[in-house]
């Protein structure tokens, strides 16, 4: 396990990364909470500062996410894309916090409904391999300010994992992420941000007849952008106090 821990005497929150990327992108958001809670990131082998596997699948990195999250206890767990994805599929295994925030993590009833959860850019994300066009639009739609920095973290990807992620053997067994969350106990909210290129608005908007649970709250407007916690810190870490 690698996760790094900035100690305070305030509520445990944990951030997790989405695909490509690694724990770097939520440097400006732990400086922003540092006095307000104990703040802990947890990077996916692969993307991040961990070891890397010498095989990939969805059973391996679900694993780690639990062990991770059951070792630090957070009152609060922020997950981005496919951490979120990951947070979901081991979800009755991990220690349940006060609050679940999924960024960007639209609940897929398979595998192949992800062909109707994300767009065209956001399917790119599992292919196998980029072409440098492919990495500089990738790049580009998660941040036009900062598209450097962003290409800088999909170069550092190891193409093993992304060889890996995008076979279909290694995502299963995959479990129901609507019921899933139809049994969850705990407070969860589901944010799909504004301007996000990677989503099918269409997808979520479907979400609000299929997931009857009262504990699972879906947020469609408070946020923009696919990564609102790097391209805009101060307004997601406004909304983020409000759980800590």
């Given at each position: 396990?690698?996760?790094?821990?900035?100690?305070?005497?305030?509520?445990?929150?944990?951030?997790?990364?989405?695909?490509?990327?690694?724990?770097?992108?939520?440097?400006?958001?732990?400086?922003?909470?540092?006095?307000?809670?104990?703040?802990?990131?947890?990077?996916?082998?692969?993307?991040g500062i961990c070891s890397s596997y010498k095989k990939y699948n969805i059973k391996k990195l679900t694993q780690h996410v639990k062990d991770c999250i059951n070792t630090?206890?957070?009152?609060?767990?922020?997950?981005?894309?496919?951490?979120?994805?990951?947070?979901?599929?081991?979800?009755?295994?991990?220690?349940?916090?006060?609050?679940?925030?999924?960024?960007?993590?639209?609940?897929?009833?398979?595998?192949?409904?992800?062909?109707?959860?994300?767009?065209?850019?956001?399917?790119?994300?599992?292919?196998?391999?980029?072409?440098?066009?492919?990495?500089?639009?990738?790049?580009?739609?998660?941040?036009?300010?900062?598209?450097?920095?962003?290409?800088?973290?999909?170069?550092?990807?190891?193409?093993?994992?992304?060889?890996?992620?995008?076979?279909?053997?290694?995502?299963?067994?995959?479990?129901?992420?609507?019921?899933?969350?139809?049994?969850?106990?705990?407070?969860?909210?589901?944010?799909?941000?504004?301007?996000?290129?990677?989503?099918?608005?269409?997808?979520?908007?479907?979400?609000?007849?299929?997931?009857?649970?009262?504990?699972?709250?879906?947020?469609?407007?408070?946020?923009?952008?696919?990564?609102?916690?790097f391209n805009n810190p101060y307004s997601f870490v406004e909304e983020i106090s409000k759980f800590i």
């Amino acid at each position: 396990m690698q996760a790094k821990t900035k100690q305070i005497d305030h509520k445990k929150i944990v951030f997790l990364h989405g695909n490509s990327l690694n724990s770097s992108i939520f440097s400006k958001v732990n400086q922003l909470l540092s006095n307000q809670a104990s703040v802990s990131t947890i990077d996916l082998p692969g993307n991040g500062i961990c070891s890397s596997y010498k095989k990939y699948n969805i059973k391996k990195l679900t694993q780690h996410v639990k062990d991770c999250i059951n070792t630090l206890k957070p009152d609060v767990i922020v997950a981005h894309s496919l951490s979120g994805h990951l947070v979901l599929q081991g979800l009755d295994g991990i220690t349940k916090p006060e609050h679940l925030i999924l960024i960007g993590t639209p609940p897929l009833l398979s595998v192949e409904a992800s062909l109707d959860a994300f767009s065209d850019l956001g399917m790119l994300m599992n292919k196998d391999n980029w072409t440098m066009e492919e990495k500089m639009k990738i790049a580009q739609s998660l941040s036009i300010d900062c598209y450097g920095e962003i290409l800088n973290l999909l170069n550092a990807t190891d193409k093993k994992f992304k060889k890996d992620w995008s076979k279909i053997e290694n995502l299963t067994p995959f479990k129901n992420e609507i019921e899933v969350l139809n049994k969850y106990s705990a407070n969860c909210y589901l944010y799909f941000c504004l301007d996000d290129l990677f989503i099918n608005y269409e997808y979520c908007n479907m979400l609000h007849t299929q997931i009857n649970n009262l504990n699972v709250q879906i947020n469609q407007n408070s946020l923009r952008t696919h990564i609102p916690f790097f391209n805009n810190p101060y307004s997601f870490v406004e909304e983020i106090s409000k759980f800590i």
